[in-house]
C-alpha cells in the first residue's frame, strides 16, 4: 500500500488466475490498482507476438480473434456505480500512461484503477474492450475507461474526454485544467505535441533495426524529429511567453500527450542501442526541447506514477521499461 498524492493505493495480487479483490480505502475516494502478473516480467515475448499497448493506432497490433467469452463476462459482470471512472490500463505502456498521468493532474474521484497483465488478459478486459472497439475482433489495448455508463478506447480520444469532463473539476480545490486557455497558445502547443509524435514510430524503427546501416538510417531519422519538435517550441516562443510547458506556464494535454514517451526514450534506447537522448539534444541545439523536458520530467504526476510502476512491477522503473519492450528487439550490435 502506497500513498500518492493525497491517494490510498492498494495492490491486490492473485497470479494463480489474475484475479483481484476489490477495495477501497477509508475516505471512499475509490483508488484501486490491480496486479495480475502471471509471467515475471510484462511484455516480454517472442517477436512479432505484440501485445496490446495501444499500438492499434500505429500498425503495429496484430489482429485477434473475436473474444468468446464477451457474452459470458458481460453476463457476470457486477453493477458499475455510473459515478467512478474505472480506467484500465498496464503499468508500462505509454499511451495509455498518458491518461493515467490525466486522472492524478485532474483528481479524478471515485476512480478505480485496473492494472491488466497484457500477455494475460483477464476476460472481463476482452469484454470491455470488444464492447468499445471499432473492431470488436482486434488485439484487446489499453486503456479502457468506463464512465457514465460509457465504454472508451484510445488513449488520445480518452485523455480529452478526461480533460473536458473533468476540467477543473477534480477532488481538490488545486485540481487543474488541462485545456489551453489561450488558444494561440494551444496552436502552438498542439503543432509541438504533434510534430514529436513522429518520433515515435522513428523509435520503434530504431529498437527494430536488424542491422548497423538500418539503426544508423534510423537514428539520423529520430534526430531529425527530435529537431523539428525543437522547431516548434521555437516558433511558439513568444506566444509561450518564456514558459517551458507546450502552451507556456500552463500544463496541458499537449504535454501530456509527447511526455510519456520521454522516459522510455532515455532508458530504451540506452539500453538496447547505446543512444543518450540528452547527448543528443545538446549535440544537435534542441535548447527548448531541453527546456520543456526538464519542465514535464519534474512533474509531480510523472514522478508519481514512476514511482507506482516501481511498486506494482516489484523491479526498477528502468527494468519496467527495458523489460516491456525487449519484444521489439531482435539485433543487438
Given at each position: ?183 494561440v497558445k494551444g496552436y502552438y502547443g498542439q503543432l509541438f505535441a504533434d510534430t514529436f509524435q513522429t518520433c515515435v514510430p522513428l523509435y520503434f524503427k530504431m529498437l527494430r533495426a536488424t542491422n548497423q546501416d538500418e539503426l544508423d538510417a534510423a537514428t539520423k531519422e529520430f534526430i531529425g ?109
Open positions: 500500500m502506497a500513498t500518492t498524492l493525497g491517494a490510498t493505493v492498494r495492490t491486490t495480487s492473485n497470479a494463480a488466475r489474475g484475479g483481484v479483490r476489490r477495495v477501497r480505502d477509508a475516505r471512499s475516494i475509490g483508488v484501486v490498482v490491480k496486479a495480475s502478473f502471471a509471467a515475471a516480467h510484462e511484455g516480454v515475448v517472442a517477436p512479432g507476438d505484440v501485445h496490446g499497448s495501444s499500438l492499434a493506432s500505429m500498425g503495429f497490433a496484430p489482429r485477434r480473434a473475436r473474444v468468446e467469452a464477451e457474452a459470458e463476462a458481460a453476463s457476470k459482470s457486477p453493477v458499475v456505480d455510473e459515478r467512478v471512472v474505472m480506467f484500465r490500463t498496464s503499468a508500462t505502456c505509454p499511451f495509455a500512461h498518458r491518461c493515467w498521468l490525466a486522472l492524478e493532474e485532474l483528481d479524478v474521484r471515485p476512480r478505480e484503477v485496473i492494472m491488466e497483465n497484457l500477455e494475460d488478459k483477464s476476460e472481463a478486459f476482452k469484454a470491455e474492450y470488444a464492447r468499445a472497439a471499432v473492431d470488436a475482433e482486434g488485439n484487446p489495448s489499453v486503456p479502457v475507461l468506463t464512465h457514465r455508463g460509457a465504454t472508451m478506447v484510445e488513449s488520445a480520444l480518452v485523455l480529452r474526454y478526461l480533460a473536458e469532463t473533468f476540467d477543473g473539476a477534480g477532488a481538490s480545490a488545486a485540481s487543474a485544467s488541462l485545456l489551453p486557455k489561450d488558444t524529429g527530435l529537431q523539428k519538435a525543437n522547431r516548434c517550441l521555437e516558433l511558439g516562443a513568444n506566444a509561450r511567453a518564456g514558459g517551458a510547458y507546450a502552451c507556456g506556464e500552463q500544463f496541458t494535454i499537449w504535454d501530456i500527450m509527447p511526455m510519456t514517451f520521454v522516459p522510455r526514450f532515455e532508458i530504451v534506447l540506452a539500453h538496447y542501442r547505446g543512444f543518450n537522448l540528452r547527448v543528443a539534444l545538446k549535440e544537435n541545439g534542441c535548447d527548448a526541447l531541453e527546456a520543456w523536458i526538464a519542465a514535464v520530467g519534474s512533474r509531480p504526476s510523472l514522478v508519481s506514477t514512476l514511482k507506482q510502476i516501481e511498486d506494482i512491477r516489484g523491479v526498477t522503473v528502468q527494468q519496467a521499461f527495458i523489460d516491456h519492450f525487449a519484444k521489439f528487439v531482435s539485433w543487438r550490435a
